[in-house]
């Protein structure tokens, strides 16, 4: 693990070259797996990105790194019109 100085010195060159957020959270996960492990890495550099955990999570499932704790809805079937 990076120490936090050494990301913001990353951080830091990454918006230098152009990069958004969601590019450096997708650059850090990269080849991590393992749910938790991606959801602990998103929590520690969305720090230091400026994020507290929870926008730093929903940057994250915006951006599809990590799936959505909550299970998919189920869809309400509505009837269909006969023409």
């Not at 938790?36 to 720090?47: C, F, P, Y």
């Not at 507290?52 to 951006?63: C, F, I, K, P, V």
């Amino acid at each position: 693990m990076l120490r936090y100085v050494e990301k913001e010195s990353a951080i830091k060159m990454a918006r230098e070259a152009g990069m958004s957020d969601k590019e450096i959270l997708k650059c850090v996960l990269r080849g991590e797996s393992g749910g938790n492990n991606r959801r602990e890495l998103v929590i520690e550099w969305g720090k230091a990105l400026g994020y507290d955990a929870s926008d730093a999570l929903r940057l994250a499932h915006s951006a599809g790194l990590i799936p959505s704790p909550h299970p998919p809805r189920k869809k309400k079937e509505t009837p269909r019109r006969e023409n």
